[in-house]
T-cell receptor
């Protein structure tokens, strides 16, 4: 059973370009979390999605960032017009259920975004 | 809001030494507490967890006890191995919109074990 897959593992963008980060959850998991880790800091929650629904985006910056989890295909974290401050490691986690039960979140290896 | 503070690293020990990595938290309510480990080039893996006060989580020789009175969840291991070298994250669960179980992480502690 493959784990959570993220690609690309490393992404380099110039300021003003768009970055698309992909996350394929574990088989059977329909809940996805995105976290960001800035240099020398812990991971910070960004957004929680179920298939075709954004449930909690309280950690997402108000501008330039968006996320989706379509019925088919991976979850996408999209950053438009990247700036140097967006350079970070972005981690995706999936879980089988979320409501009312404490479920383990399984993490992917992360995408390291560098903005030049 | 809820937060986690953990011992700053890096921490370097010799093989078979005793390990403690301190973790304290600030939270409303009664969150669940976790330790995650990240090996080089990999994602975070759950090491152990505790869901209520006085619970002890344990795995692979590591232990941590949920101490409500001191709001702490310190990680310990009696005899470390070179293979324990990794970054360790303390975290708590924070319930968000529609039951979303957001994790709040400490900044991580890099542990290096020398033979």
């Amino acid at each position: 059973n493959a784990g959570v897959m993220q690609n690309p593992r490393h992404l380099v963008r110039r300021r003003g370009q768009e970055a698309r980060l992909r996350c394929s959850p574990m088989k059977g998991h329909s809940h996805v979390y995105w976290y960001r880790q800035l240099p020398e800091e812990g991971l910070k929650f960004m957004v929680y999605l179920q298939k075709e629904n954004i449930i909690d985006e309280s950690g997402m910056p108000k501008e330039r960032f968006s996320a989706e989890f379509p019925k088919e295909g991976p979850s996408i974290l999209r950053i438009q017009q990247v700036v140097r401050g967006d350079s970070a490691a972005y981690f995706c986690a999936s879980s089988p259920l979320a409501l009312g039960v404490l479920n383990e979140q399984f993490f992917g290896p992360g995408t390291r975004l560098t903005v030049l | 809001g809820n937060s986690v503070t953990q011992m700053e690293g890096p921490v370097t020990l010799s093989e078979e030494a005793f390990l403690t990595i301190n973790c304290t938290y600030t939270a409303t309510g009664y969150p669940s507490l976790f330790w995650y480990v990240q090996y080089p080039g990999e994602g975070l893996q759950l090491l152990l967890k505790a869901t209520k006060a006085d619970d002890k989580g344990s795995n692979k020789g590591f232990e941590a006890t949920y101490r409500k009175e001191t709001t702490s969840f310190h990680l310990e291991k009696g005899s470390v191995q070179v293979s324990d070298s990794a970054v360790y994250f303390c975290a708590l669960s924070d319930t968000g919109v529609q039951g979303a179980q957001k994790l709040v992480f400490g900044q991580g502690t890099r542990l290096t074990i020398n033979p």
